[in-house]
Nanobody, 122 residues
């Protein structure tokens, strides 16, 4: 089992950048693929990015490709989401998740953090 805790959210102007972090507890961090998802009020949970256990492969949702970068530091049990060129439509609660399979489907993930709010002003 793994527990996840996001940090780094906040208020930023359009065009700005933020870096989210997600720290994991336990010694099984490298057993899991990791993902970032987001959910805006009244909308379904949306895939943002995913990374394999070793960090060798990444994938992104279409709306963030070229602007967001997911990475992980297995020595620190932490996954990151670097967000650049932020837009007001990026406003949402961002969640990190851990699962056995590397996937863009939130149903494939077993463990979730509590979420961190990102608000992008125009």
């Amino acid at each position: 089992q793994v527990q996840l805790a996001e940090s780094g959210g906040g208020l930023v102007q359009a065009g700005g950048s933020l870096r989210l972090s997600c720290a994991a507890s336990g010694r099984t961090f490298t057993r899991y693929a990791l993902g970032w998802f987001r959910q805006a009020p009244g909308k379904e949970r949306e895939f943002v990015g995913a990374i394999t256990r070793g960090g060798g492969m990444t994938s992104y949702g279409d709306s963030v490709k070229g602007r967001f970068t997911i990475s992980r530091d297995n020595a620190k049990n932490t996954v990151y989401l670097q967000m650049n060129s932020l837009k007001p439509e990026d406003t949402a609660v961002y969640y990190c998740a851990a699962g056995t399979y590397y996937s863009g489907n939130h149903l494939e993930y077993d463990y979730w953090g509590q979420g961190t709010q990102v608000t992008v002003s125009s």
